[in-house]
């Protein structure tokens, strides 16, 4: 029984804001919690941010670049089967950051601390469903009332 108990104190919970500033007023709201690195860290929880939005959807030619390389106007609309999702080029590093802190095995959970609102939840869901998602997302902060 004790093994399962150690194995539980060791996991992590990864929260995830839009915003370093937000990111940093969290880490000292929750306890002073120390930087590591370019995220915040103590042994129950790590603290990371986006910067705005870090996917964006794939254009025709990232499809098929043979197909859709010169538009033409009777190709029009150009209706993928499936809407996928690719890193913002100037965001990839920020992306390949975060990526990295979900496929950590001491995270347990992933906590939505992005803006309560529309376009907060865009950003986290955007990057979960494109690749984040290496642990199960379990958690979201409440919005606030009236803001969704």
């Known amino acids: 029984m004790q093994g399962t108990l150690n194995a539980d104190v060791s996991m992590k919970t990864l929260i995830i804001a839009e915003k370093p500033s937000v990111a940093a007023d969290l880490a000292r709201a929750l306890g002073k919690i120390p930087k590591k690195g370019d995220h915040f860290e103590n042994d129950e ?57 979900l496929a950590r095995k001491d995270i347990k959970e992933v906590v939505n601390a992005c803006d309560a609102g529309r376009e907060g939840e865009l950003v986290f869901r955007c990057g979960c469903e494109h690749h984040f998602l290496a642990c199960e997302y379990r958690a979201s902060l409440p919005y606030p009332a009236g803001d969704h």
């Open 45 to 101: 929880m790590v603290i990371t941010s986006a910067v705005g939005h870090l996917v964006e959807l794939l254009m025709p030619e990232d499809i098929d670049k043979k197909m859709y390389g010169f538009w033409r106007l009777e190709m029009l609309p150009i209706i993928p089967e499936k809407f996928e999702l690719k890193p913002i080029e100037t965001s990839k590093e920020r992306f390949d950051a975060v990526k990295k802190l």
